[in-house]
């Protein structure tokens, strides 16, 4: 007996010491809990969905699991990706081209890909300046407000229809002349006239107040002529390590969102309502019910021309890594849903 137990204490300390060593991967942490942030806006009303109902809950509750989400509220992608990579955060939510530079960036080691599309909402290139006309007409005296200027949402999908325009090696064109500016300041800007902003490249739903508050504000073009029609705005995206090793919490997340899309098609001015709540929004309901029932709007998990961003992002050297379709950079519970 003693002979044994000293074996077994023996085999006890040689895994202890192999696990310090790393040789023995360690436990996984126990399922159960997710750490969500999300950005400001419209394009984010899939979450608010998932939040307000409880839907998180609700279908861990049907695995046999008690899920214990806590919500972040975040601006802008850099701080979303320290924030994962930190370990700070389990699923973050940005652009379609920030969520591509992290997995193009993580390839082999944290393995970043996205969980699932958040909807296809358009970006309108606005300007008050009576002389712009067309990309063509803007210099070095015109001012461009994006949120992260030369690396966001607005700015990647203004390289891509620069390069198509002016040629690859010219892709950075308008980077010079871009100014990070929030939507709100960047919109007001617009709005009052006057400032050395005379052009935005704008979400929902500041376009919709900008075009409504001043005549002299149009459009320039907007994300879906850019990319061929419509097209994914921002996407929620995890690390492989939370991935695998909470499965349930994954799976129960991931139905949540699907549920959340549903309930948004079945009934859009309960969706409208849910925003504003969810949000404390001030802008009037009659204008959160037409951007949610806005046919241009589609909220839905399925991704839509997201490859388009991969492809082009890696001609123009962006990504180093070249995708073979959208489901290199999604994980698989995603391909039961439609996806481009």
Request: proline letters at 5%.
């Amino acid at each position: 007996m003693a002979g044994r137990d000293g074996q077994k204490g023996q085999r006890w300390r040689s895994l202890a010491a192999a696990t310090l060593l790393g040789l023995v991967p360690l436990m996984a942490q126990a399922e159960g809990k997710i750490r969500i942030a999300q950005q400001f806006g419209i394009g984010y009303l899939i979450l608010d969905v998932v939040r307000d109902q409880q839907l998180i809950e609700k279908h861990g509750k049907q695995q046999g699991l008690d899920v214990q989400v806590e919500w972040a509220a975040i601006s802008g992608a850099t701080a979303m990706n320290e924030a994962l990579l930190a370990g700070s955060l389990d699923v973050v939510s940005a652009g379609v081209p920030p969520m591509l530079t992290l997995w193009d960036r993580t390839r082999g080691k944290q393995n970043v890909k996205a969980v699932a599309a958040l909807g296809s909402l358009p970006n309108y290139l606005l300007t008050n300046s009576p002389s712009v006309k067309t990309l063509k007409d803007l210099g070095e005296k015109d001012r461009i407000a994006v949120p992260a200027a030369g690396v966001g949402f607005q700015s990647r999908t203004l390289q891509i229809e620069t390069a198509r325009v002016f040629g690859k090696d010219d892709f950075k064109r308008f980077d010079k002349i871009s100014v990070s500016l929030p939507h709100p300041e960047a919109t007001a800007a617009l709005i009052a006239g006057g400032s050395e902003i005379n052009t935005h490249f704008s979400s929902a739903p500041f376009y919709y107040q900008a075009l409504a508050s001043n005549p002299n504000i149009r459009k320039l073009i907007s994300s879906y002529d850019i990319l061929g029609g419509p097209a994914t705005f921002n996407v929620l995206y995890t690390t492989q390590k939370f991935h695998d090793e909470n499965p349930k919490t994954y799976k129960a997340f991931y139905n949540a969102l699907v549920e959340a899309a549903q309930i948004i098609k079945a009934d859009k001015a309960k969706a409208a309502e849910i925003f504003i709540r969810v949000q404390k929004s001030k802008l009037a309901p009659e204008l959160v019910r037409k951007i949610v029932e806005d046919p241009e709007n589609d909220f839905t998990v399925s991704p839509h021309r997201s490859f388009v961003y991969a492809n082009e992002l890696e001609k123009l050297g962006v990504l180093k890594n070249k995708a073979a379709s959208w489901k290199d950079y999604f994980f698989e519970e995603a391909y039961a849903q439609p996806g481009s």
